[in-house]
Every structure is written in structure tokens, then in C-alpha cells.
């Protein structure tokens, strides 16, 4: 064969995948078959990339297995096939090196271009600080509409009923299982919106398949990527970064408006973030059903992941129902570990960094007054004080 | 004086537990390693089973999070360490000098002691999942700082268990070497060897050049770990990434290693049931060596997704795309192998043509991955637990299974059961693609691996999977029926055993005697 027949050949091939590709303009729920095209350009052109690939090793594939299959079917000694002598083709060995090598370089060309594509974060209209915890999301918007604003992104609450080991909950009835959270990230649409990616604690991976990238969440690092959605709408995703037990059960949403729906969110974020921060920071003294209230839903949220909604704790993790320290007497101990995390197991994370003082009095009263435990009421002011 | 020395000539194999204690035959051993393999195959398929059970409906049934994630590390680590390395060593030690006309391995002593830290080191793996707090549950990989600060107690035995394993497999490397350097028969010059000595030989430098890589790493996992060191904590002024690096340049020829000798197997069984010689045998010696230099140049393709400066990554990708070329070839002359042969299709046949498809479309999801724009999707999805399934599982393991239906007969003396295994091919092929092949659609679809549990979307295939899981870990029990069937009788195995075989193993009486060639054969 020729080259120029190959160029030929290939080009083809080429062609003829872009005329399939761009033919099946479906939407964006998963599909059960195919990568999706996703609602950017880099994740379109991650599809068509990931299509010209494949439709090349199914023609490779084609040949390599039509000829081994023929030669099974045609070369059997049962047929009488008397075996040829040949072993050896200077001619045949250079051409089947040199062939993948063009088809290789054929690919490298465009891989190149998008990689360049999707590396570039330059020129940016927003910035959200994404932070990756055992296991949820914070978001923080670093300027624009929503400055200022940061919260976390948690599993939302029907699905974590859900997952419960034996929940007798038919998840197949729970809407979006798994890829549901308390609190999307919101962003507008038709804007480069950039991420920056850190962690905490352990390193994930923020993946949303609709935007085409996934990047790692690694602590120490801050990594950098973007994207420009056009059409609003909700995008699902999940860490891909395996980071300890509930790595399954840390999913990412995020919600795109148009510039005048996402400008009404941030106003309405932001005079809710002053009002819970002048809740928290008040001095007042919260009734012990109140703080029982607000604690069983933080509980719930940062809590029952590991020490499980009744307590008892699982694996490393150790029950509070009847613990020492949620019993004693003096609340201290009790707040200087959820305030400053565990001096001696790493596991035990420093949620004076991840809730709000009333937040934090609420869940330990909670703690305190759960389960049969029945210790003192810790008010917001206590916390204030360890800290 | 005369009559000890006539006894020495002579003595077959010793009687009794000391005779596999202490044994320096390289038979013995073996056979030794083969059975490990073989036990950690089914202790390390018994995990992908619990794995499988997890995930056959949404939502959580069987094992809690922490246990499912301990279940995906162990079964990792024993398949890697336990099974597949270990049998090809078992397969090195039986072939190796019986190919090359050598009497024994160089070094018999010390392949007794290789051979014999594996069952302490796999038990103290093992044995982590009973401790305190759980055994290791950070994947296969042990990215830090979920392996360092984030781990349980049981790590530190973990990272004993590494370090013997990586003894073990530098001196088996060692010994491997100094053998096929050494001990080759007059007139089997380097070009004439076996293309199964040759992928074990270039292995065997893999080996070395890696191991002690790993080694490094875990050791650093250990001073994190006890003695306030910050190699991989960004807290202390280290790098979590540094670790992935290190792994990695250890990682990416480890699973070269796991392929290579699956190569030199294939280029041993074609040719035999094609009754015509290999095709472009120094083209393969030559790609397997240009494979083995590549693979040291591309181990940050698993790391694309970390934040590497751009022409890093660009690097990666060309580095990793190019191995499609050696590959290829390889797969092009066991195709121009058969082509016009006279071809018959006896069960090791049938394996290892199971492995040329199989395993080429392992190599293709390869390719596809190394393409790092559309690698950002698949990444840490099932498309490439699919793939690195059908590279490990239809490529290293089918063609160790090749390999054992291949020899068994020159090993025991007898032809193994002809319907059983058909039963085992037959099964394990239908089912291993039933589990594996749907595992790609379900990463294309977005789903994460190493999750305990899913949206509904993905439900089907996961059930198919865990269905063909089951049915292909059940038809393992057929192998280990079929082996235990042909070491206790069976048709009695001529010499040559396979009318197209050639090379010296097959020169030698079946069973091979317990001594071979103590006086060198002439190759000519």
C-alpha cells in the first residue's frame, strides 16, 4: 500500500467519524452506552476525540481479528493446510511499524490542540476556590457577584438516608441517588468560570463528565482548571479520587444560571451568610430544644458519615452513644475535640474550621443529649471561648 | 567414595515436608510457586467476589464502606504480588533452564529462600485484615497521605509484607539472570533462546530496576508514618505528589513485568499449534525490549489528572501512545504466525488466542487512555477498571493458564482432561467478558470505581458484571479439579507431547525427571 493511498484511507476514516459524531447531538443524561458530549467545548471535543480513537481501533480491530479469524477457519489441518515456511518479512515488519506510527501521529495532532485548549485558564471572568474534605465540597466564591461567599456541599439527606447499610429505602425510587447534594455550587452561564482545587485532608478529584475534565484535590497543592457552560442547567458528578471510606458519597452539582438568575442567587446567599454569621456570633442563649434542633441536622450532614446516625460508630470510628466524653460532666474535653480535631487519630477532623460557633453548640449539645446520653447543653459562647 | 558420588548422580526427589523445605530444585520450586499463585488466585478472586456482591443492586447490602474499600485493596495487592508475579516465577523456575539446557537455576539456595519469604510475606498481608481498626483500605496504589496519615495501624505490617515481597522478587530476578547468562547449553546463543526466556530475561532487569523503587517508597510511607518524617505531607513541607511519582516509576514497569512473560508464553504456544515457526523472531526480541525502555518513560500517564505542567503532560501522552507501536507488532506476528499455518486448536491453543483478542482489546482502551484530553474523562472510572481487567485478567492470566494447560502434561506425565477443559475455556471466556466488557460502558457513563455504590443508572451493568464475576470465579474451580485430575493420572504424555513442539523441554523424557541435562546438551 502506498502512503498516499493510506493518507487517503485514514482521512476517510476520519471524515466519516466526523459525520457520525456530529449527527448524534443527544442530550446530556447518562448515557448508558457511550461517553457523553457533556455542555462545553471541551468536553465536546474530548467526544469526538474519544469517537476518532475508538472508531480507529475498531478498524484496526477488524483487520487484525478478520485475518486471525480467517486464518483459523482457512488454515486448519483439519482441512489439510500444510503449513508454509515463511518466518520472516524485512518489508512487512517496517510497514507495520510505520503505519501505527502515522495513524499515531494523526492522533497526537488533535489531542495535542485540546490538551492546550483545556490547560489554558487564562482570561477568566470568576474564580471559585474549590476544597475537597472527607467527604464534601466546599466552595468559595473568590470575587465577582458572590464574593465572599463559601459554603460546603454536602450528599444530600435523602440519598445519605438511603445508603444507610439495610436501609429498607428502595434507592432506585430516590431521586438522583448519590448525585444529589445540600448545596450546589452555582454558576453563571456564558462566563469562564475558573477553579482553583485544593484539600484539606486527603486528595480527591472534582469530576463533573459534562464539563469534560476531572482534577485532583490535593492538600499542599492548588490546582487550576475552568470552564464556559452555555446552556443552564444542573450538572452531576462525583469524586474519582478514592479518599477513604465514603470516597463513594461525595458527589459534585453544580447548577448553571443566566447572568440575571445567577446575580438574584449570590444576593440571596450572600444576606443569608450574614444572617446565619449574626445568628452565630449573638449572645444569646439558645434553649436546649433549639440547639437540639439545629444539631440533629448538623449531625446528620458532618457527623453521622462516621459516628452513625445512632451513635454506636463503626470500624475505626468510635461510638459516642455512652462515651466518656459526651457524658462528662465538664463539656470541655468534648468541645476541644470537635473544635480542634483529635490530637492522637487523624481521622477526627477540626470542625472549628468547617461550622460556625452555634453550629458547633448545637451538634455537641446534640451529642450530649442523644442516644440515652444525658449531659450539660453547650452554648455557642462556650465554643467561642476553646477556640 | 564411589558409591555416594553414584548415589548423588542419581537420587530422585526426597519424601516427605523437608524435601519441599529444603528443596534447591528448580522443579520443586516450582511447582512451589505455582500453587501459592494458585492459592492466591482463588483467596484473592474470593475479595473480587465480595466486591462483586456489593455491587450487584444499588444501594448497601453485604459490607460496610470501610471494608468494601479494604476488600478492593487486598484483592488488588494479592493478585498483583500473590498471583500473577509468583506464577510466572513458578513458571521461570520450571522452564528456564529445561529451555536452555541447563541443569538447575544458578543460584538454587538462594531461589529456595525466594520462594520461601512469599508465604510469610502473604500472611502477614493477610493477616492485616484482622487487626485492630481494619486492614489496608487505600487502594492498591496507597496514594499518601490516605495510606500515611489517614491509614490504620495495620499499615506498617502492609508495608513489611511489601518490602519481603520486593526481597523475594530481586533475587528471584537475580537468579533468573545469572542463569540464563551462565547456564545456557553450548551453541544457544542469545538469539536462539526461547522467546519465553527472552521476555523473562528483560523482565527480570525490570525487576530490579523497580523493586527497590517500591521499596523506597513504602520505606518513606514508614518514617512518615513512626518517625515524624514529611516526605508526602504537605503539612510538614512535603509533597503528596512526590509519592504518586515514585509509585508510578515503580508501577508502570511493575505491570510490564506482568506481561511480558505473558508474551514470551503466547510466542511459545502459537507457533507449536500453527506447526510453523514464530514470525519475525528477532522483531519481538526487539520489541520487547524497546516495550520494557518505554516503560520507564511513561509511568505519569496514571497521573494526568494531578496538574502537570502542560508540556509534561504532552510528553506523557506521546511517550504512552507511542508503546502501540511494539505492541502492535507483537500482535501482528502472531497473526503472521498462524497465517498458512496448520492450524490445530488444543486447549492451550484456545487460550492463548483467547489472550491475542483479548488482550488487544485491553491494548486498545490503552491507547485510548493515553490520549490525555479524553483521559480527563475516563479517569478513576470503570473504563479503566475494564482495562487494566482485560490486560491482567484475559493477558497475564489466561496466558499463565496457556502456559499451565501447555506444560502440565510435560510436568506430570499425563494429558489432562479433555472435556473438563473445555468446560473451564469455554466458561471462563464467556463470563470473563460477561464481567469485564460492560465495565466499560459504565465508566464512559460516569461511574467512579472504587465506589461501594451507585445511582440506579448504572445498575444493569453492574449486575451483568457481577453475574459473569460469579460464573467466572466458579469456573476456576473446574482449573484447580482439572490439575489435581491430571497429577493423579490420565493419558500417558509422549515426550514431545505436542506434535508441533520444539525445543529442548520437549526432548526430555514426560515427566521431566527430576534432573535435567546434567550433562549439556548440543543446540545447534
Known amino acids: ?15 466519516s467519524v466526523l459525520v457520525m459524531t456530529s449527527s448524534h447531538a443527544w442530550a446530556t443524561e447518562i448515557s448508558s452506552l457511550n461517553l457523553r458530549q457533556g455542555v462545553t467545548e471541551v468536553s465536546r471535543n474530548a467526544y469526538s476525540l474519544h469517537m476518532i480513537v475508538l472508531w480507529i481501533c ?17 488454515h486448519r489441518k483439519s482441512k489439510g493446510a500444510v503449513a508454509a515456511s515463511f518466518h520472516e518479512s524485512h518489508k512487512v515488519e517496517v510497514l507495520w511499524t510505520v503505519i501505527p506510527f502515522i495513524i499515531l501521529i494523526a492522533l497526537a495532532i488533535p489531542a495535542t490542540k485540546n490538551l492546550l485548549l483545556i490547560e489554558d485558564a487564562s482570561n477568566s471572568d470568576m474564580t471559585v476556590k474549590v476544597t475537597g474534605y472527607q467527604w464534601k465540597w466546599s466552595y468559595e466564591y473568590m470575587d465577582g457577584d458572590a464574593e465572599g461567599v463559601k459554603f460546603f456541599s454536602a450528599l444530600d439527606k435523602a440519598s445519605n438516608d438511603a445508603r444507610a447499610m439495610n436501609s429498607g429505602i428502595d434507592v432506585s425510587k ?9 448545596n450546589a455550587l452555582v454558576i453563571p452561564t456564558g462566563k469562564k468560570v475558573r477553579f482553583l482545587i485544593t484539600s484539606n485532608d486527603v486528595i480527591h478529584s472534582w469530576w463533573v463528565p459534562d464539563f469534560g475534565f476531572k482534577k485532583d484535590a490535593i492538600p499542599g497543592y492548588i490546582n487550576e482548571a475552568w470552564t464556559h457552560v452555555d446552556q443552564p442547567g444542573t450538572y452531576r458528578g462525583q469524586c474519582t479520587e478514592l479518599c477513604g471510606k465514603d470516597h463513594g458519597f461525595m458527589p459534585v452539582v453544580v447548577i448553571a444560571k443566566e447572568e440575571g438568575e445567577y446575580k438574584k442567587w ?44 445512632n451513635g454506636e460508630g463503626t470500624g475505626p470510628f468510635p461510638a459516642l452513644k455512652g462515651s466518656p466524653l459526651a457524658t462528662a460532666d465538664s463539656a470541655a474535653g468534648h468541645i476541644d475535640i470537635v473544635v480542634n480535631g483529635s490530637k492522637t487519630n487523624p481521622l477526627m477532623a477540626a470542625y472549628g474550621a468547617q461550622l460556625n460557633d452555634l453550629d458547633l453548640a448545637a451538634v455537641i449539645t446534640y451529642e450530649r443529649n442523644s442516644w440515652g446520653n444525658e449531659a450539660s447543653i453547650v452554648q455557642p459562647k462556650d465554643v467561642k471561648a476553646a477556640r | 567414595m564411589s558409591t555416594a558420588h553414584a548415589e548423588h548422580e542419581h537420587h530422585g526427589a526426597p519424601s516427605g515436608l523437608s524435601r519441599w523445605l529444603f528443596t534447591t530444585n ?10 501459592f499463585a494458585l492459592a492466591m488466585l482463588f483467596i484473592g478472586g474470593s475479595f473480587a467476589m465480595v466486591i462483586r456482591l456489593e455491587l450487584i443492586q444499588p444501594g448497601m447490602q453485604w459490607v460496610d464502606p470501610d471494608f468494601f474499600n479494604s476488600m478492593t485493596t487486598m484483592h488488588g495487592l494479592i493478585m498483583v504480588f500473590g498471583a500473577i508475579m509468583p506464577a510466572f516465577v513458578g513458571l521461570a523456575n520450571w522452564l528456564v533452564p529445561m529451555m536452555i539446557g541447563a541443569p538447575d537455576m544458578a543460584l538454587p539456595r538462594m531461589n529456595n ?19 485492630e481498626g481494619g486492614g489496608p483500605n487505600f487502594g492498591w496504589t496507597f496514594y499518601a497521605p490516605l495510606s500515611t496519615t489517614f491509614a490504620p495501624a495495620s499499615t506498617d505490617f502492609f508495608i513489611f509484607a511489601v518490602h519481603m515481597l520486593g526481597f523475594s522478587s530481586i533475587m528471584g530476578s537475580i537468579n533468573i539472570i545469572a542463569t540464563i547468562m551462565n547456564m545456557r547449553a553450548p551453541g544457544m546463543t542469545l538469539m536462539k533462546m526461547p522467546l519465553f526466556v527472552w521476555t523473562w530475561l528483560i523482565t527480570a532487569f525490570l525487576l530490579i530496576a523497580v523493586m527497590p523503587v517500591l521499596a523506597g517508597a513504602v520505606t518513606m510511607m514508614l518514617t512518615d508514618r513512626n518517625f515524624g518524617t514529611s516526605f508526602f505531607d504537605a503539612a510538614g513541607g512535603g509533597d503528596p505528589v512526590l509519592f504518586q511519582h515514585v509509585f508510578w516509576f515503580f508501577g508502570h514497569p511493575e505491570v510490564y513485568i506482568m506481561i511480558l512473560p505473558a508474551f514470551g508464553v ?34 505519569a500517564h496514571h497521573m494526568f489528572t494531578v496538574g502537570m505542567p502542560v508540556a509534561g503532560e504532552l510528553f506523557f501522552l506521546y511517550a504512552t501512545v507511542l508503546i502501540a507501536v511494539p505492541t502492535g ?3 501482528f506476528n502472531w497473526v503472521a504466525t498462524m497465517w498458512q499455518g496448520s492450524l490445530t486448536f488444543e486447549l492451550p491453543m484456545k487460550w492463548a488466542l483467547a489472550f491475542v483478542i483479548l488482550f488487544t482489546i485491553g491494548g486498545f482502551s490503552g491507547l485510548m487512555l493515553g490520549i490525555a484530553p479524553v483521559d480527563f474523562q475516563y479517569h478513576d472510572t470503570y473504563f479503566v477498571v475494564a482495562h487494566f481487567h482485560y490486560v491482567l485478567v484475559t493477558g497475564a492470566l489466561f496466558s499463565i493458564i496457556a502456559a499451565v494447560y501447555y506444560w502440565l502434561p510435560k510436568w506430570t506425565g499425563h494429558m489432562y482432561s479433555e472435556s473438563l477443559g473445555n468446560w473451564h475455556f469455554w466458561t471462563s471466556v464467556i463470563f470473563v467478558n460477561i464481567t469485564f466488557f460492560p465495565q466499560h460502558f459504565l465508566g464512559l457513563a460516569g461511574m467512579p470505581r472504587r465506589v461501594p455504590d451507585y445511582n440506579a443508572a448504572f445498575a444493569d451493568f453492574n449486575f451483568m458484571s457481577s453475574i459473569g464475576a460469579f460464573g467466572f470465579g466458579l469456573a476456576q474451580l473446574l482449573f484447580l479439579a482439572l490439575i489435581i485430575k491430571c497429577i493423579k493420572g490420565g493419558e500417558k504424555a509422549t515426550d514431545q507431547v505436542w506434535e508441533g513442539a520444539e525445543g529442548l523441554e520437549w526432548e526430555i523424557p514426560s515427566p521431566a525427571p527430576y534432573h535435567t541435562f546434567a550433562e549439556a546438551p548440543e543446540v545447534k
Open chain 1, 1 to 15: 500500500m502506498s502512503v498516499r493511498k493510506l493518507k487517503q484511507a485514514v482521512m476517510m476514516l476520519f471524515s
Open chain 1, 266 to 309: 449570590a444576593a440571596a446567599k450572600k444576606s443569608e451568610a450574614d444572617a446565619a454569621a449574626a445568628a452565630a456570633s449573638s449572645d444569646k442563649t439558645w434553649s436546649k430544644a433549639e440547639l437540639m434542633a439545629k444539631g440533629a441536622n448538623v449531625y446528620g450532614s458532618s457527623c453521622a458519615a462516621c459516628h452513625q446516625a
Open chain 2, 266 to 299: 503466547v510466542s511459545q504456544i502459537i507457533p507449536t499449534f500453527a506447526r510453523k515457526r514464530l514470525f519475525g523472531y528477532s522483531s519481538m526480541v526487539y520489541a520487547t525490549a524497546s516495550i520494557a525502555f518505554l516503560s520507564f518513560i511513561v509511568w
Open chain 1, 174 to 182: 430516590v431521586d438522583n441517588y448519590l448525585l444529589d447534594v445540600d
Open chain 2, 113 to 131: 529462600w525466594s520462594f520461601w519469604i512469599l508465604p510469610f510475606a502473604g500472611t502477614m498481608l493477610l493477616s492485616t485484615m484482622f487487626m
Open chain 2, 26 to 35: 528448580h522443579k520443586d520450586i516450582g511447582t512451589l510457586y505455582l500453587w
Open chain 2, 329 to 331: 507488532v507483537k500482535v
Open chain 1, 58 to 74: 475498531v478498524a484496526i480491530g477488524v483487520v487484525v481479528f478478520g485475518a486471525m479469524i480467517y486464518s483459523m477457519f482457512a
